[in-house]
Antibody, heavy 121, light 110 residues
């Protein structure tokens, strides 16, 4: 089955570090870009960045540049989203999604179920 | 403030036709294809429309998409109770060099 499986919910304190993961299966993981999307409680979708697992080429949305790190491990078909020092405002559900299509017509065709990150003292 | 503008809410009765608009600019909708995502309550977004008007496999033909200039629309005909969800438009923005989403439209089936 073609799917993206995300890691489970996390509860953290401000200042702590965190990695969440997104494991692809059922397709050639290294051939598709993987994007990360944030959804704060009761709010809309925000694109954070995207990585090409084949060579780890990574692009960030300006608001998230320097705030998070996106990485990938080809050997385990897993993409990661990392924080070095969490803030309460990082509380949100984070989705990974596979980019498909062609130039001018890209779209996210496969989504993970989301990882809820709660940051509270 | 989202780069793409959608109405925050829409509603209709079962069987009706509802349209959701998405307004952008020359650097996004005016240049690149528009996608639509449906997010049912408590679930992840799912692709509903890509390349302006193409339906992924499994999406009923009650859903249709269109684009003109810097605006796009999603139409849902024969509205059903299971269509009650949040709908988001999205596209690439050449100026921001990134993906942009609309603020989302909450569709209520009365």
């Amino acid at each position: 089955e073609v799917q993206l499986v995300q890691s489970g919910a996390e509860v953290k304190k401000p200042g702590e570090s965190l990695w969440i993961s997104c494991k692809g299966s059922g397709y050639t993981f290294t051939s598709y870009w993987i994007g990360w999307v944030r959804q704060m409680p009761g709010k809309g979708l925000e694109w954070m960045g995207i990585i090409y697992p084949g060579d780890s080429d990574t692009r960030y949305s300006t608001p998230f540049q320097g705030q998070v790190t996106i990485s990938a491990d080809k050997s385990t078909s897993t993409a990661y989203l990392q924080w070095s020092s969490l803030k309460a405002s990082d509380t949100a559900t984070y989705y990974c999604a596979r980019r498909n299509g062609r130039k001018g017509g890209w779209y996210f065709d496969l989504w993970g179920r989301g990882t809820l990150v709660t940051v509270s003292s | 403030q989202s780069v793409l503008t959608q109405p925050p809410s829409a509603s209709g009765t079962p069987g009706q036709r509802v349209t959701i608009s998405c307004s952008g600019s020359s650097s996004n909708i005016g240049t690149n294809a528009v996608n639509w995502y449906q997010q049912l309550p408590g679930t992840a977004p799912q692709p509903l429309m890509y390349t302006d008007n193409q339906r992924p496999s499994g999406v009923p033909d009650r859903f249709s998409g269109s684009k003109s200039g810097t605006s796009a629309s999603l139409a849902i005909s024969g509205l059903q109770s299971e269509d009650e969800a949040d709908y988001y438009c999205a596209t690439w923005d050449d100026s921001l060099n990134g993906w942009v989403f609309g603020g989302g439209t909450k569709l209520t089936v009365l």
